[in-house]
């Protein structure tokens, strides 16, 4: 069964994207000034830059808004709704454009009565649909994935693909899907997502790589850091993700997918702190002296043979090297100081 991200949007919430056309929505259209319209807190999606955001520019110059915004008002303290401002679920983009092009007004279509999780499935759906999934980084890729899946799973919408996202979380193997007769694992080749090519065992990977701290999710995003290695790196509490980071900062050194994966080991092994986290990072290893190889002496024939007739067997020398060696220490009384 495949990983589908638009399969949320059967039953109530394909209602809620219905209304994305005016023509054919229940909810009122307004004219709404851009000052009056904010950005909802949680969005993990980057705003437009560069070329890209020029162009929609010039476009709305041309042509306008033609797709309006989708916005709900904004709630008040004592739950009332706000006299002239919204938030904005989708059109963030849309918005700077139309400031930038000089309009007075932006058109929104005004969701009334949503719960925050409804909110926010439109906020990552429409992104999802707006955008290509494969350009865009990876900490946004996470943040939607790992928003969707929560989402989901809080309003108990498609239970059997939470529960198997989960059991791929706990036995998440970041190198390799492993085929097993365990249903909870199925063969990601053969799991290939419907809508955006994601496997669940990407999907679970995503969804771990979120916990990442922001600074190495912006190392990964810049293409710095491996995302293997972010994978990897976040199994680390917070704490020593930071340590981790500052060390790195400090020296100039990027981490490999082998050093990260020892330092998750190191973190697994309840053995993580700045020493075993450095020697990791400067090649050392711990020796382990109780499994160290014993030393051996061996001495020649040649070396002895003043002190021994030809004919005296192997053991008899070595009884009377023993011998020897025991007088000598019995009675040096500086080697028993």
Same mark, same amino acid.
């Given at each position: 069964m495949a990983f589908d991200l638009g399969a949320g949007k059967s039953g109530k919430i394909n209602t809620l994207f219905a209304s994305t056309d005016p023509s054919k929505s229940k909810d009122k259209v307004l004219n709404i000034k851009p000052a009056h319209l904010r950005f909802y807190d949680n969005q993990p999606f980057h705003l437009y830059a560069g070329q890209r955001f020029e162009d929609m520019v010039e476009s709305i110059k041309i042509n306008g808004i033609i797709n309006p915004l989708t916005v709900r008002p904004v709630i008040n303290e004592d739950g009332t709704p706000h006299s002239t401002d919204y938030e904005i679920l989708a059109g963030r983009n849309r918005r700077n454009a139309a400031i930038e092009a000089g309009l007075e007004f932006v058109p929104c279509i005004i969701k009334e009565g949503l719960s925050d999780d409804d909110a926010h499935l439109i906020v990552i759906e429409t992104n999802l649909m707006q955008r290509s999934f494969t350009d865009m980084t990876?900490?946004?890729?996470a943040a939607a994935l790992a928003?969707?899946?929560?989402?989901? &799973?809080?309003q108990g919408k498609r239970t059997d693909l939470t529960k198997e996202i989960s059991n791929r979380l706990e036995n998440l193997d970041i190198n390799e899907d492993k085929a097993t007769s365990d249903s909870s694992k199925i063969d990601s080749r053969a799991a290939a997502g419907e809508k955006y090519g994601l496997d669940r065992g990407t999907v679970a990977?995503?969804?771990q790589f979120n916990k990442l701290i922001a600074e190495f999710k912006a190392l990964a995003d810049s293409k710095d850091l491996p995302f293997i290695a972010g994978v990897a790196l976040s199994y680390l509490a917070e704490s020593h993700q930071a340590e981790v980071y500052s060390y790195i900062t400090d020296v100039e050194i990027r981490i490999s997918v082998k050093q990260a994966e020892a330092i998750k080991q190191l973190s697994k092994d309840g053995t993580f702190n700045i020493d075993s986290m450095t020697s990791i990072f400067e090649g050392k290893k711990e020796?382990? &002296?109780s499994k160290a190889k014993k030393a051996s002496v061996v001495i020649k024939r040649k070396t002895i043979s003043a002190f021994f007739v030809k004919d005296e067997t192997e053991e008899?020398?070595?009884?009377?090297?023993?011998?020897?060696?025991?007088y000598y220490f019995a009675n040096n009384e500086k080697l028993q100081e």
């Open positions: 990876h900490s946004e890729k928003s969707h899946y929560e989402t989901l &799973k809080q990977r995503y969804i020796v382990d &002296k008899e020398i070595q009884s009377t090297i023993i011998e020897a060696l025991s």
